[in-house]
Every structure is written in C-alpha cells, then in structure tokens.
C-alpha cells in the first residue's frame, strides 16, 4: 500500500463514527429493535456489536505494535450477540465506547513509522495478517454495517403496515 492510500484509509477510519451517526438519524427509532428474520440482526443489535467488534480492534491493532507475530483473538459474533444479550444493551453506551475506542485507534496509527505497518499476528480465521490488512478490514467495517442497516430499513418499510 502506498502512503496516499494509507493517508486516505486513514481518514477514512477515522470519520467512521460520524459516518455511523449521520446513517442511524435516516432509522426511526422504533424500527430499531426490527429484525427481518430470527436469524438476522436488528440496528440495535448491530450498534452494541459495533462496539464489541471495536474493543476488539483496540487490542489487535496494540498487539499488531507491541506484540508483532502474537496470535490475536478469534469471537463467535453471533454467540457474544446472544449471550451478551445484544439486544437488552444500551446503544448510548455502545456508541460513546465506539467513539473513544475508535479514536484512541486512529490517534495511535496516524503517526506510526513505515516499518510498523508491516507487522504481523496470526488470526485463527483469517491466518497471517498485517497492520495494513487490520486497517483495511476495520476502514469497511462500518460502512459495511450501514449498507446492512439500510437493508433492514428497507425489509422494515416493506413490512411496515
């Protein structure tokens, strides 16, 4: 990757949680809790993984710096959905923690030397991966979880009486 391409991933990362606010004002609020299918995800749940994913980001992108060649955690999202009670959180609070933990992410990674963006760590699904691979992955995350949220938004208009 390029440093351009870099920069502009970057700060492109970074402007995820204006992203994702600007999107969810489109959803009223009371289609938040739809689901177009049991096995599917509603907004609100989407908005409380958002932040779990994001913790889980935190630590990887520290563990890409300090521990390079470390093995980094895999997580069942489905079952943290269930058994964290996704459903039942607070989307505030899951929003406010994005937030900080995103821009404590972005704060790091914008000075980092050419040399760190090479490191590795072992995901056990995805194999070997680089700071640049990490950054790739986290940069679509969230407007990857929008388009989903405008597909649920559209099921919940069609549905809707």
């Known amino acids: 990757m390029t440093g351009e391409e870099r920069i502009r991933q970057i700060e492109s990362y970074g402007n995820a949680y204006a992203q994702l606010v600007d999107a969810l004002r489109q959803f009223p609020k009371e289609m938040w809790h739809f689901k177009p ?4 995800w509603s907004v609100h749940e989407i908005v409380v993984h958002i932040a779990d994913s994001e913790a889980n980001s935190y630590v990887r992108c520290r563990r890409f710096i300090a521990e390079p060649g470390k093995t980094v955690m895999a997580y069942d999202e489905n079952v ?12 505030d609070e899951a929003l406010e923690l994005f937030k900080w ?6 704060n790091l990674i914008k000075s980092l030397p050419e040399s760190v963006w090479s490191n ?5 699904e995805n194999g070997t991966m680089t ?31």
């Open 120 to 124: 590795t760590v072992y995901h056990p």
């Open 37 to 40: 299918s049991p096995d599917r």
């Open 80 to 91: 943290w959905a269930e058994s964290l009670r996704y459903r039942d959180q607070s989307t």
């Open 131 to 161: 700071l640049d691979d990490w950054l790739g992955v986290y940069e679509r995350h969230i407007p990857e979880h929008i388009q989903q949220m405008q597909a649920i938004h559209e099921a919940w208009i069609r549905g809707a009486p």
């Open 101 to 106: 933990l995103r821009l404590r992410s972005c």
